[in-house]
C-alpha cells in the first residue's frame, strides 16, 4: 500500500501570512505514460464533506481562489496558501489514486495564529 | 449540477448489516467509477472501496478492513450506487460518503454500530 505522510500535523499561521502543507507518499503517484501525479489536495471544514482544491498535484479546480496552489512530483508535494483568509481554517487532506487501496494522508489542522 | 445523495444509515448492533445508497444526478452515471469514504468521528479519511462502470466491467477494489465483509453495488437504470455492509463492527461507526471521480462528494450518511 502506498502510505501518505503529511507534515505538519497541525499549524498556526497569521492572517495574510503563508501557509506551506506537506505530503509524501512512500513510493512515486507519477504515471509515466502520461506524466500526470495521482494526487489530489482537498479542504474539510467542520461538519462539511472534503472539497477539492487541487487535482494532478498542480491544477487547481474551477472556482478555488488562486492563493491555493500546488506542486511537487513523484513523491513529494506541497499545498501553498499565498495569504491566509480566515475562511481558510479547516482540515486539508492529500490523497493519491494512483493505485489501489486508495489513501489519504492523517490530516493537517490549519487554524489562526 | 452534479449531485451525490446518500441515505441508508441509521443505528445497528455489532454483528448486522445496513445498506447505503448514493443517488447521483447531473454527470454521467454509466461512464463514472463511484467511491466511498468514511470517517470516524473526529478522525481522517479512509478509502472504502470503488466500483468501476460497465465498460471496465463493474470491477470493484476494497479497502482491506473491509473486503469480504462489505459490498459495492450500482444500478444504472437508477443512477445510485450501493453499499451493503455485513458483520458490521463497532470500529466501522463513522460518516460514509460517496464521491465522483474525485471531484464531487456527497454530504455524507452516519452509520453507528453499537449495542
Known amino acids: 500500500d502506498i502510505v501518505m505522510t503529511q507534515s505538519p500535523d497541525s499549524l498556526a499561521v497569521s492572517l495574510g501570512e503563508r501557509a506551506t502543507i506537506n505530503c509524501k507518499s512512500s513510493?512515486?503517484?507519477?504515471?509515466?505514460?502520461?506524466?500526470?501525479?495521482?494526487l489530489t489536495w482537498y479542504q474539510q471544514k467542520t461538519g462539511q464533506p472534503p472539497k477539492l482544491l487541487i487535482y494532478?498535484?498542480?491544477t487547481r479546480e474551477s472556482g478555488v481562489p488562486d492563493r491555493f496552489s500546488g506542486s511537487g512530483s513523484g513523491t513529494d508535494f506541497t499545498l501553498t496558501i499565498s495569504s491566509l483568509q480566515a475562511e481558510d481554517v479547516a482540515v486539508y487532506y492529500c490523497l493519491q489514486y494512483y493505485d489501489t487501496p486508495y489513501t489519504f494522508g492523517q490530516g493537517t489542522k490549519l487554524e489562526i495564529k | 449540477e452534479v449531485q451525490l445523495v446518500e441515505s441508508g444509515g441509521g443505528l445497528v448492533q455489532p454483528g448486522g448489516s445496513l445498506k447505503l445508497s448514493c443517488a447521483a444526478s447531473g454527470f454521467s452515471f454509466s461512464d463514472s467509477a463511484i467511491h466511498w469514504v468514511r470517517q470516524a468521528s473526529g478522525k481522517g479519511l479512509e478509502w472504502v472501496g470503488r466500483i468501476r462502470s460497465k465498460a471496465k466491467n463493474f470491477a470493484t477494489d476494497y479497502a482491506a478492513s473491509v473486503k469480504g465483509r462489505f459490498t459495492i453495488a450500482r444500478d444504472e437504470s437508477k443512477s445510485t450506487a450501493y453499499l451493503q455492509m455485513n458483520s458490521l463492527k463497532s470500529a466501522d461507526t463513522a460518516v460514509y460518503y460517496c464521491a465522483y471521480n474525485w471531484t464531487h462528494w456527497g454530504q455524507g450518511t452516519l452509520v453507528t454500530v453499537s449495542s
Open positions: 494532478w498535484a498542480s
Open positions: 513510493q512515486s503517484v507519477l504515471y509515466s505514460s502520461n506524466n500526470k501525479n495521482y
